[in-house]
């Protein structure tokens, strides 16, 4: 098993930045790609970035530009760096990691973005 503790979220205004990082515990060895997500009110959960093993990043348009995700294999850690944030950012972030083809879930950190 794998324990992921999402924190670093917050109230900021719009323009401002927040640092978000995920902890991954437990079962860590072969832990593949890890990811953030967030869910805005709705059923919908929408990929923000994901970084592999290699440090290859991806990011959904939405925040290209302005998120920056990072990788401490070392500490299992993972970070979002999120600059220029607007209100349509407001969500709970989530952190996602793989391990042996099983995906686990932080349990989520709220972001705020006020105009």
């Known amino acids: 098993q794998v324990q992921l503790a999402e924190s670093g979220g917050g109230l900021v205004q719009a323009g401002g930045s927040l640092k978000l990082s995920c902890v991954a515990s437990?079962?860590?060895?072969?832990?593949?790609?890890m990811a953030w997500y967030r869910q805005a009110p709705g059923p919908q959960r929408e990929l923000v970035a994901d970084?592999?093993?290699?440090?290859?990043?991806k990011y959904a348009d939405s925040v290209k530009g302005r998120f920056s995700i990072s990788r401490n294999s070392a500490e299992n850690t993972i970070y979002l760096q999120m600059n220029s944030l607007k209100p349509e950012d407001t969500a709970v972030y989530y952190c996602?990691?793989?391990?042996?083809?099983?995906?686990?879930w932080g349990q989520g950190t709220q972001v705020t973005v006020s105009s």
């Open positions: 996602r990691a793989n391990r042996l083809r099983t995906e686990y």
């Open positions: 437990g079962s860590i060895f072969s832990i593949g790609a």
């Open positions: 970084i592999n093993v290699g440090g290859v990043r």
